[in-house]
């Protein structure tokens, strides 16, 4: 063995420079492009935290107008698209459905080798406008209900829902809807995040880079604890049970989904930003039992390991009040990161280097058939 030092993961290893957003676990603070995510999510659309991820600054009145005539103007599946989607069994996982459909959107765009970063914004609008699209009615043909058509007067999130189910909720449901999409945007180079940056390196096109993303994010690791804690907590059913399911749970050395971090270790950034959000739903939809058997089990898990909720704790919960099927959670997280995959896409492109670490060889001595 050499005395080269190995991170795993390369946990704490610095790969390089972003300028998208600043994750600060000592300040338990994100920053998108200068802005608190709080701030942001209070105040903001979805749709202008994506101008603002992908062009650095908040649009102005009439860029927001251009991005929304474009967005609105994306919106219908192709045949084929939706042809594809019909034709994926069932027993597919949602994920897989949204990585293959996305596949197949990119080529049928006949500029999808294109790489200048005007057309890397014309596709990323495009995808961003197209993966709603296609989540909504995946969730929707599973159920046995036809297609809803978009909107073209309604914003994005509005739209997201009305596609979902049919009807736009209550604006307390729209609002949590929007506040989740713009705290998932984008964190900085997690695992998603840095294989569609991986990808680009290799002069790959960036809808190649979004597939390769959407596969990383599937994990429960990652974007995959979302629909996870919300299978733990009905497995759980009630908070009197919380604590012997921890126990027995960690006693098996299962990993307690929606729960640890990374990169911060005193807690989650933007969990109270969707806590409040979690909150505004089990009020509106009279849940309390849901919220007690949440609470329950945070508190099991701090008093057993002082190991604190991720953003996907509080996500997973609130999509399922607000009606999506728990198989769906992780493609809602896509529609969202998608922004931050193709803004990190145009940043590694912008300044690329070829990603390619090295490794240190433990196999057998070198050695020759006989
Ligand atoms: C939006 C997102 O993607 S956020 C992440 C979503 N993923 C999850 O919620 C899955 C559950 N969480 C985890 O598996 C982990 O906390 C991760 C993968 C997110 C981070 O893991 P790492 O940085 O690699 O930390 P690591 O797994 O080494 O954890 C350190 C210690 O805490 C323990 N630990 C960390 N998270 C958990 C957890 N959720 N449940 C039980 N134990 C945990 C580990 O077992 C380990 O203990 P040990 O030192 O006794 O072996
Ligand atoms: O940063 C990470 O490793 C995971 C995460 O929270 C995210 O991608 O939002």
């Known amino acids: 063995m050499s005395d080269t030092e190995i991170r795993k993961g390369l946990d704490g290893v610095v790969a390089d420079t972003t300028a998208i957003s600043k994750v600060n676990p000592e300040t338990n603070s994100l920053l998108y492009r200068g802005y608190p995510v709080q701030e942001l999510a209070e105040r903001c659309s979805f749709e202008e935290v994506a101008w603002l991820l992908w062009h650095s600054e908040l649009p102005t009145p009439d860029e927001l107008a251009g991005l929304q005539e474009t967005e609105r103007g994306n919106r219908a599946l192709s045949d084929d698209v939706r042809d594809l989607i019909d034709k994926t069994p069932k027993t597919t996982h949602p994920m897989d459905v949204v990585r293959t459909a996305v596949s197949l959107v990119g080529a049928q765009d006949p500029v999808a080798d294109d790489a200048s970063e005007e057309a890397s914004l014309a596709k990323s609008v495009r995808l961003l406008a197209q993966i709603p699209a296609l989540v909504a009615y995946d969730q929707r043909r599973r159920r ?150 949440y609470s329950a089990l945070e508190e099991a898990m701090a008093s057993r390991k002082n190991i604190l909720p991720n953003l996907d704790y509080p996500s997973g919960p609130a999509y399922h009040l607000m009606g999506f099927d728990t198989a769906t959670f992780t493609p809602l997280f896509v529609a969202s990161r998608v922004v931050g995959w193709t803004a990190h896409v145009m940043e590694q492109a912008g300044d690329n280097a070829l990603i390619r670490p090295l490794s240190e060889y433990n196999g057998p001595d070198e050695r020759h058939l006989s």
């Open 144 to 293: 046995g209900e036809d297609l809803v058509p978009p909107r073209p007067e309604l914003g994005y999130a509005e739209n997201f829902l009305h596609m979902t189910f049919g009807e736009v909720p209550a604006p307390v449901v729209v609002d949590a809807f929007r506040v989740s999409l713009i705290l998932y945007a984008e964190h900085s180079f997690n695992a998603s995040t840095f294989t569609a940056r991986v990808i680009t390196s290799t002069m790959a096109d960036l809808y190649s880079a979004v597939v390769g993303a959407v596969g990383a994010l599937k994990g429960p690791l990652h974007g995959g604890a979302n629909e996870a804690v919300m299978n733990d907590l009905e497995e759980i059913g009630s908070a009197d049970r919380a604590e012997d399911w921890l126990d027995e749970a960690l006693a098996n050395k299962r990993k307690i989904m929606g729960f640890g971090h990374r990169v911060y270790k005193k807690g989650d950034s933007r969990v109270p930003t969707m806590k409040s959000a979690l909150d505004s739903l089990v009020e509106h939809y009279d849940r309390r039992d849901l919220l007690d058997l």
